[in-house]
């Protein structure tokens, strides 16, 4: 039986990330955990299990709204954009902190 390392794991799927991303991204740190994004596009979010920053860009800043642990991040970042568009005059934008399964 074949196993993968982890390494492999982690580079792979930074390689799906980074062919997934159109949008100008950075790798910035919340806390102690290291995130990836801004995504103004809850499509370019994996659904894995992490961590999602959801922030607000006003007056070119952009500010920390909640972090939401989730099992399926994309899910998570469908329900807050909706919410967003539903109650807020700025539109959610995202940040990911993926975890191994």
Known sequence: MLTRKPEARSASLWKELAD??????????????????????????????????VLTEAEGKIELLDVVESHDLRLSARAEALKSRLYDETPAIFAAHY???
């Open 20 to 53: 997934l991303i159109v949008e100008e991204t950075t790798v910035f740190m919340v806390g102690n955990y290291e995130f990836i994004g801004p995504f103004k596009n809850e499509d370019f979010i994996l659904a894995l299990p992490g961590l999602l920053a």
């Open 99 to 101: 975890r191994s399964r």
